[in-house]
C-alpha cells in the first residue's frame, strides 16, 4: 500500500507524510500493513485542540506492531496540523473553517476544501471501516459517548453501531447527519464509521488517552485486526439517544452553566444563563426536552451564535438497550 510519501508491504510498519495537493500542507500518516485483509482508518485532529484523541493516536501507531495485524491499520492522528501549531481550537489557521462541516471538501476550495477532499479521497476512500477520534473544544466540558450514522445503508448502520457499542462510554448518539463531517460522509459512502468523544477544554489526562486506547483496540479486535486479541465483555449497557439538541447562544456575554456534562434534568429546567457586564441576566436557557447534557461551553465567554449546550433527549420511556 502508497499513501503519501508511505509505502508498505504485508509486515511492515512506516510513517512519512500526505501531501494536501494546492496548499502545500503536509499530513502525519503511520501504516501498518500485516497479513492480508481489510483496512480501517484512524483518524484525530480534525479539530486541533482536541488533544486526548491526538495523542491516543500517536502511541496506538508507535505501538501496535505489523505481526500482530490481520489487514491494515492507517493513522492519521493530527488532520489540522496549521490549527495545532497556532492553537486556533476548531479553526484551520488559514481560512477560519471547521473542517468537520466541509466534508467531502473540494480541489479547488480553500485550505479546509482542499484538506477535506485529499482525506476523502486518499484516506476515506482506501478504508473498509473508520474510526475518527474527538473531545470537546478548548472551552467545551465534555461526557464522554460515541456517535454513529442512522440514515445510512442497513448493513453499514448495524456495522457502525456494533462499533459504537464497543466504547466505554454510558452514552450513544444516532446521528441523523450525512454531510460535513469526515465519519458521517463515510457512512453515506458506505464505509462503516464512528466518532469517539472524549475529554476537553484544551487539556489531556493520562487515563483519558489510555480510555481512548482502550477503545480503539476493542474496536480493532471486534472487526478482526487484532490476531492476539479476543473480545471482551462490553463495558456496560448503555443509553441510546436518536435526538440531540444543540442550543447556541442568542448573543454575547459572560455564560454561567448550572449543570455538569452526565447530569439529567427535566423540560424547563435552566441550564445556564448569559449576563451582561454588569451581571444582569440576559438570557435563560431553559431545557426544551426532558434530557441529559452531553457537552457544554465552559468558558466565562460566550459568542453570540456560538455553543452553550448540547443534551440528548431521554425517549418517553428511558430504557437501556440490547439492539438499536
Same mark, same amino acid.
Given at each position: 500500500?502508497?499513501?503519501?510519501? $508511505?509505502? #508498505? %508491504? *504485508? @509486515? &511492515?510498519?512506516?510513517?512519512? +507524510? /500526505?501531501?494536501?495537493? =494546492? ?5 502525519? $500518516?503511520? #501504516? %501498518? *500493513? @500485516? &497479513?492480508?485483509?481489510?483496512? +480501517? /482508518?484512524?483518524?484525530? =485532529? ?5 488533544? $486526548? ?272
Amino acid at each position: 500500500m502508497r499513501i503519501g510519501t $508511505v509505502e #508498505v %508491504i *504485508s @509486515g &511492515e510498519k512506516a510513517s512519512g +507524510v /500526505l501531501k494536501v495537493n =494546492g496548499c502545500g500542507y503536509e499530513l502525519p $500518516v503511520t #501504516v %501498518i *500493513s @500485516g &497479513e492480508e485483509g481489510e483496512t +480501517v /482508518l484512524i483518524t484525530a =485532529g480534525i479539530h486541533s485542540a482536541e488533544y $486526548v484523541g491526538i495523542q491516543a493516536a500517536i502511541e496506538l501507531a508507535g505501538e501496535i506492531l505489523p505481526e500482530q495485524v490481520k489487514g491494515t491499520i492507517v493513522f492519521a492522528p493530527l488532520i489540522n496540523v496549521s490549527g495545532f501549531v497556532r492553537r486556533t481550537m476548531s479553526m484551520v489557521y488559514e481560512d477560519n473553517k471547521n473542517l468537520n462541516r466541509e466534508f467531502p471538501g473540494a480541489a479547488g476550495g480553500t485550505t479546509a476544501d482542499q484538506i477535506c477532499h485529499t482525506v476523502s479521497e486518499k484516506l476515506i476512500a482506501r478504508a473498509d471501516y473508520y474510526i475518527d477520534l474527538h473531545s470537546g473544544d478548548g472551552y467545551e466540558e465534555l461526557f464522554p459517548y460515541a456517535y454513529y450514522v442512522g440514515p445510512a445503508d442497513p448493513q453499514v448502520r448495524e456495522k457502525s453501531f456494533q462499533m459504537a457499542r464497543r466504547v466505554n462510554a454510558r452514552c450513544l448518539v444516532e446521528s441523523s447527519c450525512t454531510t460535513g463531517g469526515a465519519y458521517n460522509y463515510a457512512s453515506a459512502s458506505g464505509i462503516p464509521s464512528v466518532l469517539i468523544e472524549r475529554g476537553g477544554m484544551g487539556v489531556w489526562s493520562r487515563q483519558e488517552v489510555d480510555l481512548d486506547k482502550a477503545d480503539v483496540l476493542r474496536i480493532l479486535t471486534y472487526l478482526g485486526f487484532l490476531k492476539d486479541r479476543t473480545e471482551e465483555a462490553e463495558p456496560e449497557e448503555k443509553l441510546l439517544f436518536r435526538e440531540v439538541v444543540y442550543e447556541q447562544a442568542p448573543v454575547a456575554g459572560c455564560w454561567y452553566p448550572f449543570l455538569h456534562p452526565g447530569d439529567s434534568f427535566r423540560k424547563g429546567e435552566a441550564l445556564g444563563q448569559i449576563r451582561d457586564y454588569f451581571g444582569r441576566t440576559i438570557h435563560t436557557c431553559r431545557a426544551r426536552k426532558d434530557g441529559m447534557m452531553l457537552y457544554q461551553t465552559a468558558s466565562l465567554t460566550i459568542l453570540e451564535n456560538g455553543p452553550m449546550v448540547a443534551y440528548g433527549v431521554f425517549p418517553e420511556k428511558e430504557k437501556n438497550f440490547k439492539t438499536p
